[in-house]
């Protein structure tokens, strides 16, 4: 899956961007799965999707589990989203999702 995974994380510039998947509505927050068919991270979140809470959810979760600032790069109004993740390594990045998807 490792591999996969991959597809869904880009280096920038010493940032790096991850493509995921949001499905609102749910009892707790969680990054779920690995989406082949769209290489994207499936993420489930409380939030409903309105007036920018979920996206306020994600970005808060991703940077407490991560440790680093995140914020929405793309995607804003869908539940097909890239986020940023701010100084940090496309490994350091996808060895903590492996660590969390396990």
Known sequence: MSHDLEKAITDKEG????DIEVSPNSKKFEISDYN???NRIEIRIKQ???KGKANKEICKELSNIFDCDVAI???EKSSQKTVIFKNSSKEAILN???EVMD
């Open 48 to 50: 409903v999707p309105q």
């Open 36 to 38: 082949d068919w769209r």
């Open 96 to 98: 903590k999702f492996l």
């Open 73 to 75: 790069f793309k995607g």
């Open 15 to 18: 940032n790096v961007l991850v």
